[in-house]
């Protein structure tokens, strides 16, 4: 896939002049445009948000005028508000009193705004974004594309997306342990990129895309980002016999249709058939990441039915695509949600500003399904993929594949210190046999609670589940011994030692009930239920 460049005079030319940009962020910051003051019950609150989030920004607009009218204070960040999020032309003194430093001029030179008369209008969609992840809390401004509620139709295919659903996933789900160098591949905005210089020394962040690379290099400045280098092209041809030690990518996994009249939208669509692209992205991790280096990613994934072709085997089919890069690595795959084509058709022509009930609608709803009833797929699933280079080459990879599709447990700062310890607990047992497992002395996690039902007047339960309340929250059916067992690890018995006098209390063998045990110990240790 050869580099793209913007096709039309519509793509803002922006500006990244340190003195305009300090001027901006002085603005920004004394009108009060913040995700806390805007989302909060001072400006539109959780009704606007939740409707604006769906795609509606009526109610939004309506909440910020009331809000403007009963505190004369918010007006400024109402003004920005309304026109670089909701995209309503504002009156040119409103801007004026909401950017007093850098003016209309200055930020019509840095390429955000034009005037027309009397009012202003954004070339550009500018809003704030805050986060907490392991290094503390942070806020930026986010500059991308104009979306699907201002200009009122189809997305232009070298759109450049904000944050969205997926990039914010991915942000939460970044492992934040210091690193030399991170590659975000496919940066868009350079949301990823952004994160990852919280925690490497030197980002590398490539795309395919000019017109994205441009919005990335803005944010950068804008937000005092340093150490992030820019690479225009495709996948991993600018890092092309380089090594990284994280690897961060939200891919254009989306599948579409390789046919005449559909779009094909940068940010989400890489050109391939069905998921081959998230499979080419997998095939050269290992390539790309140096020994104990670590690669995160999003991705769709299909699965045939009868006739489909080889190899359409769903969240499987990811431990084959490592395999073919020729590297040993660990992947972890965690599917997250599961779509039939109709649905995920649907989700998808919507995402590029086609409105259901329109003959491009059907058109193009005609031309997904006829794609996937070619290829014999039957369902999409996407998740989350982790894949590991192992420090020694020679050590037997790990392969892990799970389908969680209910809700997270509570991860104050991201799901990235969960993924972590689960990647060090494989690590650790690896190599460790079931007598250097009983060898050891566990403690149960401080987030594990016990839930037990019983029949009316019964003293025994009929069921006994042990419950995370962080991670992925996890719930695993745990008989008498294994919470018992979980119960007594308090790091004063070994695992052995705690089965020895189990065995005795229940009348049991004790090598049948090891045998029994030590596998789920295992597994509860892999996912931070117990800890070495």
């Given at each position: 896939?050869?580099?793209?460049?913007p096709?039309?005079d519509?793509?803002?030319?922006?500006?990244?002049?340190p003195?305009?940009l300090?001027?901006?962020?002085?603005d920004?910051a004394?009108?009060?445009?913040?995700?806390?003051?805007?989302?909060?019950a001072?400006a539109?609150?959780?009704?606007?948000?939740?409707a604006?989030?769906?795609?509606?920004?009526?109610?939004a607009?309506r909440?910020?005028?009331?809000?403007?009218?009963?505190?004369?204070?918010?007006?400024p960040?109402?003004?920005?508000?309304?026109l670089?999020v909701?995209?309503y032309?504002?009156?040119?003194?409103a801007?004026?009193?909401?950017?007093?430093?850098?003016?209309?001029?200055?930020a019509?030179?840095?390429?955000?705004?034009?005037?027309?008369?009397?009012s202003?209008?954004?070339?550009?969609?500018?809003?704030?974004?805050?986060?907490?992840?392991?290094?503390?809390?942070?806020?930026?401004?986010?500059?991308s594309?104009?979306?699907?509620?201002v200009?009122e139709?189809?997305?232009?295919?070298d759109?450049?997306?904000?944050?969205?659903g997926?990039?914010?996933?991915l942000?939460?789900?970044?492992?934040?342990?210091?690193?030399?160098?991170?590659?975000?591949?496919?940066?868009?905005c350079?949301?990823?990129?952004?994160?990852?210089?919280?925690?490497a020394?030197?980002?590398?962040?490539?795309d395919i895309?000019?017109?994205?690379?441009?919005?990335?290099?803005?944010?950068?400045?804008?937000?005092?980002?340093d150490g992030?280098?820019?690479?225009?092209?495709?996948?991993f041809?600018?890092?092309?016999?380089?090594?990284?030690?994280?690897?961060?990518?939200?891919?254009?996994?989306?599948i579409?249709?390789?046919?005449?009249g559909?779009?094909?939208y940068?940010y989400?669509?890489?050109?391939?058939?069905g998921?081959?692209?998230?499979?080419?992205?997998?095939e050269?991790?290992?390539?790309?990441?140096?020994?104990?280096?670590?690669?995160q990613?999003?991705?769709n994934?299909?699965?045939?039915?009868?006739?489909?072709?080889?190899?359409?085997?769903?969240?499987?089919?990811?431990?084959?695509w490592a395999?073919?890069?020729?590297?040993?690595?660990?992947?972890?795959?965690?599917?997250?949600?599961?779509?039939?084509?109709?649905?995920?058709?649907?989700?998808?022509?919507r995402?590029?500003?086609?409105?259901?009930?329109s003959?491009?609608?059907e058109?193009?709803y005609e031309?997904?399904?006829?794609?996937?009833?070619a290829?014999?797929?039957?369902?999409?699933?996407?998740?989350?993929?982790?894949v590991?280079?192992?420090?020694d080459?020679?050590?037997?990879?790990v392969?892990?594949?799970?389908r969680?599709?209910?809700?997270?447990g509570?991860?104050?700062?991201g799901?990235?210190a969960?993924l972590?310890?689960?990647l060090?607990?494989?690590?650790?047992?690896?190599?460790l046999?079931?007598?250097q497992?009983?060898a050891?002395?566990?403690?149960?996690?401080?987030d594990?609670?016990e839930?037990r039902?019983?029949w009316p007047?019964?003293d025994?339960?009929?069921?006994?589940?042990?419950?995370?309340?962080?991670?992925?929250?996890?719930?695993v059916?745990s008989g008498?011994?294994?919470?018992?067992?979980?119960?007594?690890c308090?790091g004063?018995?070994?695992?052995?030692?705690?089965?020895g006098?189990?065995?005795?209390?229940?009348?049991?063998?004790?090598?049948?009930?090891?045998?029994?045990?030590l596998?789920?110990?295992r597994e509860l240790?892999?996912?931070?239920?117990l800890?070495?």
């Amino acid at each position: 896939m050869p580099p793209t460049t913007p096709t039309d005079d519509s793509t803002p030319h922006l500006s990244i002049d340190p003195e305009a940009l300090a001027r901006l962020r002085a603005d920004l910051a004394s009108s009060g445009f913040t995700v806390e003051r805007l989302q909060g019950a001072d400006a539109w609150g959780s009704q606007a948000g939740a409707a604006l989030f769906r795609g509606e920004r009526v109610a939004a607009r309506r909440a910020l005028a009331r809000s403007a009218a009963r505190d004369e204070s918010l007006r400024p960040a109402a003004t920005l508000a309304s026109l670089f999020v909701l995209g309503y032309p504002q009156d040119v003194d409103a801007v004026v009193d909401a950017l007093p430093t850098i003016g209309v001029e200055g930020a019509a030179a840095l390429g955000l705004v034009a005037s027309e008369g009397d009012s202003v209008r954004a070339l550009v969609d500018l809003r704030p974004y805050a986060f907490v992840d392991a290094s503390g809390e942070a806020s930026w401004w986010i500059a991308s594309d104009l979306g699907e509620l201002v200009v009122e139709g189809a997305l232009r295919e070298d759109h450049v997306l904000g944050v969205g659903g997926a990039s914010a996933t991915l942000a939460g789900l970044m492992i934040s342990r210091q690193v030399d160098r991170a590659l975000d591949l496919g940066t868009g905005c350079g949301i990823q990129a952004l994160h990852a210089a919280r925690h490497a020394r030197h980002v590398v962040a490539t795309d395919i895309s000019q017109r994205a690379l441009d919005y990335a290099a803005f944010n950068a400045a804008l937000n005092l980002v340093d150490g992030i280098e820019l690479r225009l092209g495709s996948l991993f041809e600018p890092v092309a016999g380089e090594a990284f030690d994280h690897i961060v990518s939200n891919p254009p996994f989306v599948i579409t249709p390789r046919a005449e009249g559909v779009p094909e939208y940068e940010y989400r669509d890489g050109g391939m058939v069905g998921d081959d692209l998230v499979a080419s992205v997998v095939e050269g991790l290992g390539r790309h990441l140096a020994p104990g280096g670590v690669a995160q990613l999003l991705g769709n994934w299909e699965s045939g039915g009868a006739g489909a072709v080889a190899g359409k085997k769903g969240a499987y089919s990811v431990a084959d695509w490592a395999a073919r890069g020729g590297v040993p690595v660990d992947v972890w795959v965690v599917e997250r949600e599961v779509q039939d084509p109709t649905a995920y058709s649907e989700t998808w022509i919507r995402d590029g500003g086609t409105r259901p009930g329109s003959a491009d609608f059907e058109r193009l709803y005609e031309a997904w399904l006829g794609d996937f009833e070619a290829r014999s797929v039957v369902e999409v699933g996407f998740g989350y993929l982790t894949v590991r280079r192992p420090v020694d080459d020679a050590s037997r990879p790990v392969v892990r594949t799970e389908r969680l599709l209910g809700g997270l447990g509570q991860n104050d700062v991201g799901l990235g210190a969960h993924l972590l310890g689960t990647l060090d607990a494989i690590e650790l047992l690896r190599d460790l046999d079931d007598e250097q497992l009983a060898a050891r002395r566990l403690v149960v996690a401080g987030d594990v609670t016990e839930e037990r039902h019983y029949w009316p007047g019964n003293d025994d339960p009929t069921v006994i589940s042990l419950r995370q309340g962080g991670g992925f929250a996890r719930t695993v059916d745990s008989g008498t011994a294994l919470s018992a067992l979980v119960g007594a690890c308090d790091g004063e018995l070994s695992v052995g030692a705690i089965v020895g006098a189990l065995a005795q209390l229940l009348g049991a063998d004790e090598a049948a009930l090891r045998s029994e045990l030590l596998p789920q110990v295992r597994e509860l240790v892999t996912t931070g239920m117990l800890r070495a």
